[in-house]
């Protein structure tokens, strides 16, 4: 089992940025793949980015890409996602997930979640 638990969210202005971290705990050497997804009010959850923990490649939506980077930090188990430039629609309560390496293509894992509100 892989424990996630997410921090760094809150309330900032639009144009504004924030970094959320999501530590992992349990069994990260089963970790195939680290990711983040969003869930605004009234809609469904969806896909932000991911990162493959061996060798980095990464992965954005496209409504985030240029303004959104997701890293990882081997040592402490850790991914972050630094929001640049956020706008009001970024609001959501964003979920960090994880994939293990049985299970390449399920989001098996999942945080308690983090809520980031953009005001005007």
């Known amino acids: 089992q892989v424990q996630l638990v997410e921090s760094g969210g809150g309330l900032v202005q639009a144009g504004g940025s924030l970094r959320l971290s999501c530590a992992a705990s349990?069994?990260?050497?089963?970790?195939?793949?680290m990711g983040w997804f969003r869930q605004a009010p009234g809609k469904e959850r969806e896909f932000v980015a991911f990162i493959i923990w061996s060798g980095g490649a990464t992965y954005y939506a496209d409504s985030v890409k240029g303004r959104f980077t997701i890293s990882r930090e081997n040592a402490k188990h850790t991914v972050y996602l630094q929001m640049n430039s956020l706008k009001l629609e970024d609001t959501a309560v964003y979920y960090c997930?994880?994939?293990?390496?049985?299970?390449?293509?399920?989001?098996?894992?999942w945080g308690q979640g983090t809520q980031v509100t953009v005001s005007s």
């Open positions: 997930a994880a994939s293990p390496a049985s299970l390449r293509t399920e989001w098996n894992y």
């Open positions: 349990g069994r990260t050497v089963s970790i195939y793949r």
